[in-house]
């Protein structure tokens, strides 16, 4: 099963790009989500995480990687593979991740530029219903046929200075050091149709695997 770690600048396509993996059989690994799930439980821990996050905050590093491990090993062993979108979120995240004993899975980074993400936000439509993403001048979802929705602060140009300047300082140290660590890396232009991105995604993807 391929672990792969899906980077790029908000409205860069890797949303759409992972929209497109999950038709082949990839699963998404949303990190906030499993945190939440986890933090359901019964336990003394899981209680601790709970109060954290309602107070808006975040369980440590190693907790977050330990969740996103059980989450990959208690996939069917048939997936074809797992998308790591957002995590890891920071350099303490990523020296976390690679100490553990797992796979560190393949990084892919859809490099668009920042004009092109600019434009792609201000113009994205949302599918309430099934997550699908799209682009103005579309209303209805190819998917499910719902009507798309714009996002609340998908039109805030500042909203998206505050988001590419998050990336620019907390992202980009990560894929540097991904890089600097000699992992696998896939760097894709972000500015290809999405269905190319995601052919030539998966094409690297079993190079790199030897198949």
């Known amino acids: 099963m391929t672990t792969l770690v899906l980077f790029g600048r908000p409205a860069s396509g890797k949303g759409?790009?992972?929209q497109r993996l999950a038709e082949s059989g990839y699963l998404a690994c949303s990190t906030g989500q499993a945190m939440r799930?986890?933090?359901a439980g019964p336990s003394d821990e899981q209680r601790a995480l709970r109060e954290t996050m309602a107070t808006g905050g975040y369980g440590s590093d190693e907790l977050a990687v330990?969740?996103?491990?059980?989450?990959?090993?208690g996939l069917p062993p048939e997936t074809t593979g797992v998308i790591l979108d957002g995590f890891p979120r920071d350099l303490a995240q990523l020296?976390?991740?690679l100490a553990a004993p797992i796979d560190h899975g393949i990084a892919a980074v859809v490099d668009t530029p920042e004009a092109v993400c600019?434009?792609?936000?201000?113009g994205r439509m949302i599918c309430p219903a099934c997550g699908w993403s799209d682009h103005t001048p579309t209303t209805i979802c190819v998917r499910c046929g719902a009507e798309l929705q714009r996002r609340a602060d998908d039109g805030d140009a500042a909203v998206f200075d505050r988001r590419v300047s998050d990336y620019e300082t907390r992202v980009a140290p990560v894929i540097d050091?991904?890089?600097?660590?000699?992992l696998p890396l896939i760097r894709l232009d972000g500015t290809r149709d999405v269905d190319a991105i995601a052919r030539e995604l998966r094409a690297e993807v079993a190079r790199l695997e030897g198949r």
Request: glycine share 4%; hydrophobic share 55%; proline share 0%.
């Open 118 to 122: 600019r434009d792609r936000m201000l």
């Open 16 to 18: 759409t790009v992972g």
């Open 37 to 39: 799930e986890w933090a």
């Open 95 to 97: 020296e976390a991740w």
């Open 66 to 73: 330990r969740i996103v491990r059980e989450f990959i090993q």
């Open 177 to 182: 050091a991904w890089a600097r660590a000699d």
